[in-house]
């Protein structure tokens, strides 16, 4: 996709002096066409991978920015009950 951005642009920016490019994609009509539809792919892509972020859960976007997952004091504590480990401290 990016290199077909880049040619079709490359094509509509300079129509003459590219005129192999524009000849090769059908004319200046048919870049103008790909490049559209190519920007309309981009644009669709990126709200495709916003809705798997969201589905997934702001802990887990978080930890991709951050680097690590945040766990809550109460769930780590409650996981050591349930496995049996002593809690120290308590």
Not at 24 to 50: D, K, P
């Amino acid at each position: 996709m990016g290199m077909g951005s880049l040619l079709t642009g490359l094509a509509i920016y300079k129509p003459t002096q590219l005129h192999i490019v524009t000849g090769l994609l059908g004319g200046y009509e048919m870049a103008r066409w790909f490049h559209f539809w190519l920007t309309l792919s981009y644009v669709v892509f990126f709200l495709v991978h916003v809705a798997q972020v969201i589905r997934a859960g702001w802990n887990n976007f978080r930890a991709m920015l951050i680097g690590y997952q945040v766990v809550p004091v109460e769930s780590v504590m409650q996981e050591e009950v349930s496995n049996g480990q002593d809690t120290p401290g308590l």
